[in-house]
Nanobody, 121 residues
């Protein structure tokens, strides 16, 4: 029904930058909130940043001031600009979107498959 595909992950040195992207496709009527989560080995998945359809963004304290979330509603895409990366930012990063696939159905949450971000010290 809905596919979310992340891209842009990779290996970067501490202090470097990466930009993640997420493209949503499928039977999409409307997308409400979109968010980035991450999960490091042995840890629970945690919220990194969330952005409303209107562009209001909120960030986890551990990325405040370093990461910027943005979206393009016309293209159904989500981005995460990550600056000043630290080794502790190493994780699989997941895109999540709250999507309405029919005018008669409520919004449902959909997840991407994740993209690996590795920050070396």
């Amino acid at each position: 029904q809905v596919q979310l595909v992340e891209s842009g992950g990779g290996l970067v040195q501490a202090g470097g930058s990466l930009t993640l992207s997420c493209a949503a496709s499928g039977s999409i009527v409307n997308i409400n909130n979109m968010a980035w989560y991450r999960q490091a080995p042995g840890n629970q998945r945690e919220l990194v940043a969330v952005i409303s359809r209107g562009g209001i963004a909120n960030y986890a304290e551990f990325v405040e001031g370093r990461f910027t979330i943005s979206r393009d509603n016309a293209k159904n895409t989500l981005h995460l600009q990550m600056n000043s990366l630290k080794p502790e930012d190493t994780a699989v990063y997941y895109c999540k979107a709250s999507v309405r696939i029919s005018p008669l159905r409520p919004y449902g949450d959909f997840w991407g498959q994740g993209t690996q971000v590795t920050v070396s010290s």
